[in-house]
Each structure stands twice: as structure tokens, then as C-alpha cells.
């Protein structure tokens, strides 16, 4: 009967797997976990870079040449965030205590701490640039969501970020720069430069070599 229900989806080439029902009710979040630990170990190598003067952009796109490991979710930044990867990891490992195999997945914690040390980084970085009271800046943080193309910030990392920061902060909407451009039918690049002129202090929150903390020095000087 499923078959037929999903024949048109199946008729395009889509994997058909048949599974019991504790197997199928731990895909998700297995996939989920698997996912959360390939961010966080970049996020990991990210630390170790900076410490040993290296570069994660290049670390990444060298080890994700190998087929076994791919590049995908292998771009350091400041972390996951959403409605799935956080909340499925601890559900999982919880789930695992009840039966009996706690240990099995006690790794999860500490892809979890890593993942939110990756917020403190940024942090640490700003108050390094600029100042430890950064209560006398403005800040435009750019990129709100806690995914590209999605307006969605549930447990969005920027946002928990920026709460963080303890400085001004003007949001013009929850949508990206890209959304905000095509509203005022300007380019990106001349948007961007607004917002940072307009307030000081620009953060990007993208790939880069200290790990996903992109800091332009030149926007610091309001040029």
C-alpha cells in the first residue's frame, strides 16, 4: 500500500528501504547526530588551526577531497543552531540512558559543548578587536537565521550571539541582507557597506580562517 502511495516519488529514482519500527524511529536522529559531529570536529579543527597558525578553510578542502569524508557540513563557523540538530543530539542521548547504553553516545556531549564553545569564539574575538566594555559600540550583526536562505531562527547561534555581545543592536528584519537588498533594489555589496558605515562595526558571520569569524578591520574605521 505504501508503494503505491509514494509511486510517483519512487518512479523518480528515490530509495525504497524497508525497516522495523525502532530502526526507522532512530534514522532521524542518528542522521542528525552524525551531522552535528561533522560540524563540530571542523569546528574542533578550527581551534586547533588557530592555535597552530593554520588555516581550517584549507584543512577542510583538503581532507573533503577524500571520498570517504566529502565536503559538505565541513565549513567552520560558529556552530549549529535550528529546531532539529541541538534538540535531536540531547534527545538522543537521553533516550540512550533509558535504555541502557548511556555510554554508547556520550560523545554527543562533547559535540554539543563544542558546538556552543564555537558562539564564545566569536565573542572572545570581538571583545579581543575591540574592547571588553562593548557596551559603547553599535553592532550590525548580518545573517540572523540560524541557516543560510531561511528566515528561521529558532536556536540560531547569531541571534544567541549577539544577545551575548550586551551592545546595540538593530536588526531590520529576521530575513539576510540578500532579502533586505531586494526590497530596496540595491546590490548587496552597497547594502552591506550601509549598514556597516550606519553603525560602526560590521560582523559577517561566514567561512574564514579563524574559523567562521570574518572581522573587517576597514569597516572598524567606517570606511
Known amino acids: 500500500m505504501l508503494k503505491e502511495v509514494y509511486e510517483p516519488v519512487l518512479a523518480l529514482g528515490t530509495p525504497w528501504i524497508r525497516a522495523d519500527l525502532p530502526t526507522a524511529e532512530l534514522v532521524k536522529v542518528a542522521a542528525n547526530s552524525f551531522l552535528a559531529t561533522k560540524i563540530s570536529f571542523i569546528n574542533a579543527m578550527a581551534e586547533v588551526c588557530e592555535a597552530a597558525g593554520g588555516d581550517v578553510t584549507v584543512l577542510a578542502k583538503a581532507i573533503g577531497y577524500?571520498?570517504?569524508?566529502?565536503?559538505?557540513?565541513?565549513?567552520?563557523?560558529?556552530?549549529?543552531?535550528?529546531?532539529?540538530?541541538?534538540?535531536?543530539?540531547r534527545a538522543f542521548m537521553a533516550r540512550a540512558e533509558e535504555l541502557g547504553a548511556k555510554q554508547a553516545l556520550e560523545f554527543l556531549t562533547e559535540i554539543d559543548a563544542i558546538n556552543l564553545r564555537a558562539r564564545q569564539r566569536v565573542i572572545d574575538v570581538v571583545r579581543a578587536d575591540l574592547s571588553e566594555d562593548l557596551t559603547q559600540y553599535k553592532i550590525a550583526v548580518l545573517g540572523a537565521a540560524f541557516k543560510p536562505d531561511s528566515d528561521d531562527v529558532r536556536d540560531s547561534p547569531a541571534l544567541d550571539i549577539a544577545a551575548q555581545l550586551e551592545a546595540g543592536l538593530k536588526k531590520f528584519e529576521r530575513m539576510s541582507v540578500k532579502k533586505l537588498s531586494a526590497e530596496l533594489g540595491l546590490s548587496i555589496p552597497y547594502v552591506r557597506n550601509a549598514l556597516v558605515q550606519h553603525y560602526g562595526v560590521g560582523i559577517t558571520f561566514t567561512k574564514g580562517r579563524t574559523g567562521g569569524i570574518t572581522l573587517d578591520k576597514d569597516y572598524l574605521i567606517g570606511r
Open 66 to 89: 577524500d571520498p570517504r569524508i566529502g565536503n559538505r557540513f565541513l565549513q567552520a563557523g560558529i556552530g549549529f543552531g535550528g529546531g532539529c540538530l541541538p534538540k535531536d543530539i
